[in-house]
Every structure is written in structure tokens, then in C-alpha cells.
């Protein structure tokens, strides 16, 4: 996957919490980016078998529909892990990793 700014905020936020279920609008808060640019990286991820996903139960959500979650996987958080190394070599994502760098 190529590494851009929003992949790498994207990155981050999931990294957060690897264990737990994280939420399109939450996530998309944390990075700080757009949902065009969120859903398109969260479905390569997907696709790359980074993420696992589904559905909140319908029951107790009154009218709202339910919400879809997206966890991350082993594989998931080794690449992502790998990811965040890489970027922190490369100045071109310095400003993002901060202190992590």
C-alpha cells in the first residue's frame, strides 16, 4: 500500500487500541481525515486482510441503524506496526509521528 499522509494518520489512529472495535466516525476523527479519504483506506486494508469487520447488534440502538466496526487482525497489526517504522525514516512523515519519530 502506498504511504501517504492519510494512511499514516489512518495507522495511527487504529493503533490506538489494536485490540478493540473502532468506529468509521470515531476513526475518522482521530486522524483527522475526511470520510472520502477514510472508507477507500479502511476497504484496501480489508481487502489486504489488515482489518476484519461487522455489524453492532440492532437491539437497545432505538431508531438508529446499526453502526459497522472495524478491528484489526494480527497480520493487521504487524503491517501496520512495519508501516509506522518505515514512516518514522522518513522525514517526509516526521510532522505526523511527532515525538514518535
Known sequence: MRRTHALIQV???????????QWGYELSKRAGVRSGVLYPILHRML???WLEDGWEEAEGLGKRPPRRYYKLTDQGVS???????????????????GELA
Open 79 to 97: 503491517e501496520l506496526g512495519a508501516l509506522l517504522s518505515q514512516a518514522r525514516s522518513d522525514v517526509r512523515f516526521r510532522s505526523l509521528l
Open 11 to 21: 495507522a495511527l489512529a487504529l493503533m490506538e487500541d489494536i485490540q478493540g472495535r
Open 47 to 49: 481487502d489486504e486482510g
